[in-house]
Each structure stands twice: as C-alpha cells, then as structure tokens.
C-alpha cells in the first residue's frame, strides 16, 4: 500500500570548511559541476553556519527525490535517468552515482568540490573494475600472477619492485587482462576493485599519495580491518540503519546469510559485492551475468538447500543443488516474493539468527583523497 506521508528530506552532499569565502567558492564549482550535468534544475541548496562552520547543503528536490527514488529506493534511479537523458546516455553512470548521493540519507561530507569530484570519479572507476572482475572460486588456495606478485607468510602478496601496481591489480581480477581466473576470496576481490578505483584516481590528481601506496605494497599488503580502517569510510549503523534499498554506484556492502547452518561453511558466511547501478551487484564468479537484488537474495536464500558435510567433517555447499533450487524458485513469481519478503529485510547483529533477511544497515565508500585534504594515510609497513 502506497503512502501518502511525504519523504524526508535528504541530507545529500555536503560543502564545509571554517572560511565562508572559501566555501562560497567551492559552492559555485559544485553547482556549476551538477548544472554541466544537467541537475541544476532538481536540486536544492541550503547554506548554514555550525558552531564556526561553513556549510552548504546540496540535496534532491523533495518532490523530485519521491518521484525518482521513492523510500530512498535507488535501484530504479538510471531507468529515470535514461528516460531524462536519452542523447546522453554515457554520462548516466556519473548522473546516477552523483543523484544517488544527492538522495542520501546520511550526508557525504567533502572540504572541497575537488574531493567531491575524485569520490564521483572513484565510484565510477571501481564500477568499471567490478564488472571485470571474475575470479576461480576457492576458500583455501590464493594465487596471483608471478610477472607482478610474489608471496610471504608475513607479507602477504606484494607487487614486485618496479611493477606498476595498477597494472598488477588488473592482471590479477580481470581476465580479459591476464587470460586466466586467480583464485582468491569475493572479500579479497573487493579490496583489490576499490584499491585499483583509488590507484586510478591518485594517478591523476595525488601522485605523491600514489607513490606511497605503490612502495607500501611493494613491502606489506594492507588487508582486512586494516584495508577497512585505512581506505574505507562506512556509513550507515545497526542503530540507525540505511534504506534497505538504497544504494550508491561503486559503494561496497555486504549481503548476510540469514541461515546459521549454512553460514557456518567457509565462502559463504555472505556476499561482498559493489553495486554497479542499473539496480545491478557484480558477480565475482561470472562477471557477466550480475546479480539484480532478486536474483541475489533467491541465491543467498538457497544456499541452505545446499549444505552438506564431508568426509572430514567440514561443512560445505553443493552449488549444483543451489543453482538449480534458484532456477526453479524465479520461474515461479510467488515463490519469488516470499523468498523476497524473507530476505529483503535488515540483517541480524552478528551471531543472531532468528528472523532477520540478508540486508546489511551499512555502505562503505573511499575516503578523502586530494592533496591538502586527503585523510587516506598509509600507515608506515
């Protein structure tokens, strides 16, 4: 049942910095950034000062934002945007990623519209990458290519010395680069997208900073909670949870599995995925055939029809059984909405499994890159 009750108000993007001149100036450039896009008509500003904060507010229209992304529903948003621009539909990738933050309900903060550009260009590079990437599915064996990766228990894979790191990235998550698929995690894939997506963007506008990140990874790889804590902003909480549809192109999240049984096998504990817009998640396994959040919440859903033990004890996922359990529940549309009323739903603190679905509270994005402004620090190996 549709409501009646108007949309909140986003809280889109943010412009600040102590010095009202200088953020005047930015101003002008975002607005004049949007206007080239052909948005200037849809948005609203808002100017403020916060406790000796400058501050200007830059957001969806309410009207427009209902209309286009109802509920903060932005799995729709490039279909709107098509229609819009018809004879401009190769900017619609950089139109979708910029209105979806416009929509946001939890603001992106940038001191300058030059941080506010590199983080559109760096989701836009790290969708690129995600729907290149394709990797050989194994949970116990990692691999990369030897003309640009080498291996050591305490080191991690490091990029060899000389061997450009961008180059090295590719090589190793998109075969049409290297001929062959590297086995290593659907995590471990994210990392590398996003740090191609960052390599990329330094290139052009912090080759100092770039140059620090190539010599750390000639010594120590960054991984894990470091990876996250260095790179990564998260937005979003359990305490005040995302739209559950609500995504930004070239965002990283996380899809639960909301079965205890079949979490407990290595692999598939849940999803780590980038949504590609287009209503779109990549798929790691077969880059060209991604993942509507139908076809990735009736997967996830089945993969407790495929659980089994093995001769060692070890819990384990039979995939033939899941993809052909998914191949019979989206031939039947009623079997597709309950399986989606189960799963399109917040997921369950960690260690819970009662009734939650598959839905992460959370999005995580690139943090500030631009010289004088940047809070992307890499830590000393």
């Not at 064996?141 to 080191?155: Q, S």
Request: net charge negative.
């Amino acid at each position: 049942m549709s409501s009646n009750l108007p949309q909140p108000q986003a809280a889109g993007i943010e412009i600040f910095g102590a010095a009202t001149a200088a953020v005047a100036a930015e101003r002008v450039r975002a607005l004049d950034y949007l206007q080239s896009l052909g948005l200037g008509d849809v948005i609203e500003v808002q100017d403020e000062q916060i406790d000796g904060t400058s501050l200007t507010r830059l957001f969806l229209r309410p009207a427009i934002a209902a209309e286009w992304t109802p509920g903060f529903d932005t799995t729709g948003l490039r279909a709107v945007l098509d229609q819009r621009f018809p004879a401009d539909a190769d900017c619609n990738l950089e139109r979708e990623i910029v209105v979806a933050m416009l929509v946001a309900p939890v603001a992106f903060r940038y001191p300058s519209h030059d941080e506010l550009a590199a983080a559109v260009r760096i989701k836009h590079g790290i969708v690129q990458a995600a729907y290149k990437t394709e990797l050989a599915f194994d949970t116990e064996e990692a691999e990369r290519p030897a003309d640009y990766w080498t291996y050591a228990e305490d080191t991690g894979f490091t990029v060899l010395p000389g061997k450009s790191l961008i180059d090295a990235l590719r090589k190793a998550s998109q075969p049409e680069d290297s001929g062959k698929l590297y086995s290593f995690s659907c995590y471990r894939a994210t990392e590398y997208v996003t740090l191609l997506g960052i390599a990329q963007e330094l290139a052009r506008s912090n080759p100092a900073l770039l140059a620090r990140l190539q010599r750390r990874w000639e010594t120590r790889a960054i991984m894990s909670g470091l990876f996250h804590d260095v790179f990564l902003r998260e937005y979003g909480s359990m305490e005040a949870p995302l739209p559950p549809k609500y995504y930004v192109p070239g965002d990283r999240l996380w899809f639960r599995n909301p079965d205890e049984r079949s979490a407990d096998a290595e692999g598939f504990e849940g999803s780590w995925v980038f949504y590609l817009g287009s209503g779109l998640f990549n798929n790691f396994w077969k880059h060209e055939q991604p993942f509507t959040l139908t076809t990735k919440c009736v997967e996830i859903y089945h993969w407790r029809d495929g659980v089994y033990v093995d001769h060692a004890g070890k819990t384990r996922l039979d995939e033939s059984i899941v993809e052909a359990k998914v191949r019979v529940s989206l031939a039947d549309p009623a079997e597709v909405e309950r399986i989606l009323k189960l799963m399109v739903r917040l997921r369950e603190p960690r260690g819970v499994y009662v009734d939650g679905g598959c839905i992460d509270t959370t999005r995580e994005c690139v943090r500030w890159v631009c010289p004088g402004t940047a809070d992307l620090v890499i830590p000393a190996a």
